[in-house]
C-alpha cells in the first residue's frame, strides 16, 4: 500500500507539473485548477473513469502547436461541453444544434448558441481564471431552451 502512495504521489505531482507548463504557455491557470477542483473531485472516483469525459485534455479538440488564444477558447469549449453533458438532459441537448466560443476576455467570453430552428443567442458569460462558472451557464442555457419552446 505504501508503494502505491508513493506511485500515486509521483504521478499526481508529475502531472501537476505538465498542467503547471501548459498553463504557463496559454498565460492562465485553468488547466490545473480545472483538474484540481473540477476532475479530481467529480470525475477521479475509485473503480472506473470515463475517459470520454470532454474536460480530459485528451479530448481537447487540438493538434499539435496550438497558440494560447486556440488554447483557451478550447478550455472554456470543454468545460461549456462538459457542464452541459452533466446538468442538461439528452433531450434538452437535442435542441441545441451548435455551440461556439468567442470573445474571451480575462475575465469572460461570449456563448454562442444555435438551436435546431437556427435561432441563434449570445450570451456573455463570466469565468474565474478561466473557469467556468456552472451556475451561470446553466441559467443562461435555460433561457435559451426556454426561448425555443416559446
Do not use: C, W
Not at 6 to 23: C, G, P, R, T, W
Not at 39 to 55: L, Q
Request: aromatic share 10%; charged share 30%; net charge positive.
Amino acid at each position: 500500500m505504501d508503494k502505491k502512495s508513493q506511485d500515486y504521489a509521483k504521478s499526481y505531482k508529475e502531472h501537476i507539473e505538465n498542467l503547471e507548463v501548459l498553463d504557463d504557455y496559454a498565460h492562465f491557470n485553468g488547466l490545473t485548477t480545472l483538474f484540481q477542483q473540477v476532475i479530481m473531485k467529480d470525475n477521479i472516483k475509485t473503480g472506473k473513469i470515463d475517459k470520454s469525459s470532454p474536460i480530459f485534455f485528451r479530448n481537447y479538440m487540438i493538434e499539435g502547436e496550438v497558440s494560447p488564444y486556440v488554447l483557451r477558447n478550447e478550455h472554456l469549449k470543454r468545460q461549456v461541453d462538459y457542464l452541459g453533458n452533466k446538468y442538461f438532459s439528452l433531450r434538452d441537448h437535442a435542441l441545441v444544434n451548435y455551440v461556439s466560443i468567442v470573445d474571451v476576455t480575462k475575465t469572460s467570453f461570449v456563448l454562442n448558441v444555435v438551436m435546431i430552428d437556427n435561432k441563434k443567442y449570445n450570451r456573455k458569460l463570466h469565468h474565474d481564471d478561466f473557469i467556468v462558472d456552472k451556475n451561470e451557464l446553466k441559467k443562461n442555457m435555460k433561457v435559451a431552451k426556454e426561448k425555443q419552446n416559446e
